[in-house]
């Protein structure tokens, strides 16, 4: 999250000592933050860490961050989440982002920044140990239920099944239709199976079956082909339906939709009209049941383009599995979702079978957290690892189209006079503004990150050096011409620009920089406060 440059503050114990003005702007963050020495020692932690953990300021300072680790517990979810200790006992769960930084004498350090997940896994608990219970309303359910291999073997069934057929499970596991059937039935349940596991999405089709008093009685079956992790077809999932007494059956299997703690949701293959919401659905969407019943499923994704992904996922493979997606609600508030849709046929009707579990609590925290992990946390622009990140996307891209590709370095000229004659604290906002300064030339598409200390790194993706000249010299008057606010009065400041081109299909982003240095160099040699682009020699 932060390079070398920034990271002056090895100790909290001396507020005295300069060199932690740089760690100030953590005091303030609302995220959770300290810095960890490679022996486990806790070097830093800001008031949000000590409140989390309700323990006052400054105490976290030489404690061991394995001492408010609980030792034993639920297992984490990952290797970033870690279960903590508060003062007062209780135990929460938070998710760490850990970065390596150096200190100032060089040693190894760890900045850790940690967010409360409590509620998260309270919920993910709650998920996990309804899914549980769903698979345990397979052998429950009223209606016989099969699952066979790609061999077309049975894999598993229920309760209902051996009820219904007068079979015992340990009768019929890993055995085939021909051996429970006379061969002609047998034959139709196999060429079904067949079509599905060469690739059809789902069968439905009637077929006598043999029940417990030795007869045979004409039923509906409804199977769908199902993928493994890997995505290959791992079997079948098929439920048979008596067409004598189907009603009671159809009316119990709503009714255990209806405890699902999933959005469900039923739709025409057609014409896309929903025929069918569960409770959880509706209050996902923010409208009642018969509102959402004759509506479109379209009318509830946020982005078309998303749509059209799911639609040619389902045209090409039958299904999709745990696709993220964003719908919106009524009121037009978005939401994320983890969304699978099944084809399938439901009383002749061709429909969509579709679960959405809602998301956007967990997205959002992911991607806090990737930002902040990416970002200067004085300047707010990229740090010096993110943006070499960034820089070397854009350089790989130019030498892939043959375009040009710039780079210029900035250095803010007798910065150290700055900090010691208005302090640390104006030092700090001049570098806050010289950032700003530098956005306000910069194109949105130009990428600017803070090496350390009052240096700054731009690269312009198809500009040339004599076009980055341009823009630099727009950059240096900028700043030179913009107000900083001091303890007694605004003053201004000057920067030095050194700048330097792509040269060749093998340059790469370290070379690029380090002409930019020497041309820095060489603008600090010529007077400061001024542009100079790199020349063989320099």
Excluded at 107 to 128: A, C, G, K, M, N
Excluded at 241 to 248: G, K, T
Aim: hydrophobic letters at 40%.
């Amino acid at each position: 999250m932060f390079d070398s440059g920034s990271t002056a503050m090895i100790s909290q114990g001396n507020g005295n000592d300069p060199r932690q003005a740089g760690w100030r702007a953590f005091d303030v963050l609302p995220a959770a933050v300290c810095v960890v020495a490679s022996t486990g020692e806790i070097r830093y932690a800001n008031p949000a860490l000590h409140a989390l953990l309700g323990h006052p300021v400054p105490s976290l300072a030489g404690m061991r961050l394995t001492d408010l680790e609980v030792a034993s517990g639920a297992a984490a979810a990952s290797a970033k989440e870690r279960q903590l200790r508060r003062r007062d006992g209780r135990c929460l769960w938070v998710a760490e982002t850990a970065t390596p930084i150096e200190g100032p004498d060089g040693t190894p350090l760890q900045l850790s920044v940690f967010t409360e997940i409590d509620e998260w896994r309270r919920r993910e608990l709650e998920l996990h140990n309804r899914l549980l219970m769903r698979e345990a309303l397979f052998d429950t359910l009223p209606v016989p239920v099969f699952v066979k291999d790609v061999r077309g073997q049975y894999a598993d069934v229920n309760s209902a099944f051996e009820r219904y057929t007068g079979l015992d499970r340990r009768d019929i596991l890993q055995r085939t239709a021909f051996a429970l059937m006379e061969p002609g039935s047998a034959k139709v349940h196999a060429a079904h199976d067949r079509r599905l596991l060469a690739g059809e999405a789902q069968s439905h089709y009637e077929e006598p079956v043999p029940v417990a008093d030795g007869s045979l009685r004409m039923a509906s079956l409804s199977k769908v082909s199902f993928r493994d992790s890997a995505g290959n077809i791992g079997g079948i999932v098929g439920v048979i339906h008596d067409l004598i007494d189907s009603q009671p059956n159809e009316a119990r299997l709503e009714a255990i939709l209806e405890q699902s703690p999933i959005g469900v949701s039923v739709s025409r293959r057609d014409d896309g009209r929903i025929i069918f919401v569960n409770t959880r659905f509706a209050e996902l969407i923010g409208l009642p049941r018969e509102r959402l019943v004759g509506s479109r499923a379209r009318d509830y994704y946020l982005d078309n383009h998303q749509r059209e992904r799911v639609l040619e996922r389902l045209r090409a493979a039958g299904a999709v599995v745990n696709m993220e997606v964003q719908f919106k609600k009524a009121d037009g508030s978005p939401f994320w979702t983890l969304f699978t849709v099944n084809q399938a046929i439901i009383q002749g009707v061709e429909v969509n079978l579709a679960w959405i579990y809602d998301y956007t609590e967990r997205r959002n925290m992911e991607e806090a957290l990737r930002d902040m992990a990416s970002r200067d946390p004085l300047t707010g622009i990229y740090n010096r690892r993110s943006f070499m990140d960034l820089a070397r996307q854009q350089l790989a891209r130019a030498h892939r189209f043959h375009e040009p590709l710039a780079v210029f370095v900035l250095d803010v000229d007798h910065f150290k006079r700055i900090n010691d004659s208005y302090g640390h604290a104006t030092g700090d906002d001049a570098l806050r503004m010289v950032a700003a300064g530098c956005q306000a030339i910069l194109r949105e598409y130009d990428l600017l990150g803070r090496l350390g200390g009052e240096e700054f790194v731009v690269v312009l993706p198809g500009a040339t050096a004599d076009e980055t000249r341009v823009v630099a010299e727009r950059v240096r008057r900028y700043l030179a011409r913009m107000p900083i606010p001091g303890p007694d009065g605004r003053f201004h400041l000057t920067s030095s620009i050194g700048i330097a081109g792509l040269e060749g299909a093998t340059d790469t982003l370290e070379k690029a920089i380090h002409r930019a240095d020497l041309a820095l160099y060489r603008a600090k040699h010529e007077g400061r406060n001024r542009v100079v682009v790199y020349e063989p020699g320099m």
